[in-house]
Every structure is written in C-alpha cells, then in structure tokens.
C-alpha cells in the first residue's frame, strides 16, 4: 500500500541486493523498476548507495526515485540485520539527494523478523528512532511472524502525507481488517501470552538454527560459504561462482530428486541493469522444519553439492 501511495509506473525504488522476492513482486506488478544496494554483513554498502545515488542523478533518473526498501532485521533472504548506524548514515545520503530529486526520499524498514532475535538481550533500534529522521521512515511491521502465522495482521508507522493516503488505500483494498483477529491481538498483547510465545520462537528457532548449522558444518563441502544467522529463519549460502543455483541449473534440479527445496538466490535479485544478477547462492530456511528434517534435509543437499563440486 506504502508502495502504491507513493510510486507512479516507470519510478524507481532502490532495494538491497539480494531482497525479498516477493516485494520485487509487487514492483513488477506496479509496472515499477528497482536499483540494486549491494549488502555487507552489517547492512547496505553504503559507498554503494552513494555511487548508485550519483548515477541515477548523473543520468536525469534521480527524480524518480521514490523511497528505498530494506528488510532491516534478520533479512529475507540473507539473515543480515542491517546496523543502527548504517541507518542513521543510509537517511543521511537520501536527504542530500533530495534537492535534486525535487521531492521526498523514504526509507521503508519492513521489521517483519524484528522479534525474531536468538539473544533477547542484542537488539538494534529502528530508523524510527534516527533523530530527525520520523518525517522520511516508514515503519512496516507484523503480528503474524513472531506470534501466529495464520493471524494475517501487520501494522505500519507512517509519517503524513503518507499516512493519510496509505489510509484511504487500505479502506479500497478490503474495507478495513478483521475486527475478530485485531480482538484477539489486542487481548494476547494486554494479557502477557504475547510476549510469552514470542520467548518461546525465539528459543525455538535458535535452537532449529543451532541444528541446521551442525548439519551444514558436517554435511556441506568446504567451498561453500554460507552466513550464520542472528534470528529469523534463514541461512545463506555461496557456491563458486561459477556453479549455478539457480531454476534451470543441475544443482536445483538434482535438489528436488532428492526431495530437497531451497529459495534459488537469483529469485531475490532485481532485474537491474547496472549488474549481472549472481546465480550462485541459495536460501535454505529452517522455520516450518521439524529437526529431524533438517539435518536429513542439509544431509541429502550437502550429497548433492559434494556431487556436483
């Protein structure tokens, strides 16, 4: 919806590289293009931001830029948590590109997997809370991830005009949510249970994350490299790169003969036209697996990569 309010077809929002696949979803179906935000271990490349920001002003573009999107906590699909200071940086740099585009630059901090952290203790504070910055960042967030999957409600922290016409959208999409499901959080939150089974994920996806970690170590060749996650409920892993992972390649296909599915890495990509998109990389997620399945699920992948290295 924040997408629709602000974006008119042909504009352009810049996403990390790699990104959620399905919000790339949402800009092909709104006939929109994306720019690619290389990624570090802490979050955005933000030389990368800069260079890519100078481009699109160097070639007239930079008017259509609209916001930039980021998975900012335990992201889908690489597990990087982007830091609090690369987000006081990242608002920094869309401000000083504002002139030339002649209009407002937002930062959409989609914090699905906020709560998601294995250590309860380590939790790095949202855009929201950048000084000066409440009037630029739009907070998405959810109920669904971190308690109940099938209670479908999310919640947004919306600066004006934005809210107002994010509002009205909302009213056209669905005349409002379920009041039943905003009853039944309104009542887990005021009670305590929210926060009870919050504790409980935490402690069981660090746990499942402990398992499949053991079974990568045990079962993946040594030329993969693969980053080990804070919270949330992914792994991310690299193959050479000159062995693709890919819908069409031998890896993927040979995956699913042996019952195997992981998230392709080139689906997570933007068709930007700045970079070739990689196609050596894979998400493997541990969330709806029962532990006996994953290490027989990271057993039978590790054969495959082992077979095909």
Known sequence: MTTEALCDEGDIVLVEDPTYFVYLGILQSRGLRARGVRLERDGLDLAHLESVLQSLKRSGELRRVKMIYLVSYFQNPTGVTTSFVKKVEA????????RAAGHPIYL?????????RFDPAAAEKSALAVPGAADRVIYAGTFTKPFATGARVGYGVLPEPV?????????????????????LFVRALASGIYEQQVARLQKRYAHKARVMKLAIQKHFPPTVEW????????????LPRNVPTGVKSK?????????????????????????RKPNHEMRISFGNASEQDIREG????????????
């Open 227 to 238: 980053w080990e996650p804070e919270g949330g409920m992914y792994f991310w892993a690299r």
């Open 91 to 98: 608002l920094k740099l869309l401000k000083r590109f504002e």
């Open 251 to 275: 890896v993927f296909s040979t995956a699913l003969k042996s019952d195997v599915l992981y998230v392709p890495g080139e689906i997570c990509y933007a068709d930007d036209p700045a970079r």
């Open 108 to 116: 959409l901090e989609d914090a699905a997997y906020r709560e998601l």
């Open 163 to 183: 809210f107002t016409a994010v509002k009205h959208i909302k009213g056209n999409h669905d005349f409002g949510t379920a009041n039943l499901l905003q009853q």
């Open 298 to 309: 990271i057993k039978r992948l590790g054969k495959v990569l082992r077979k095909i290295l």
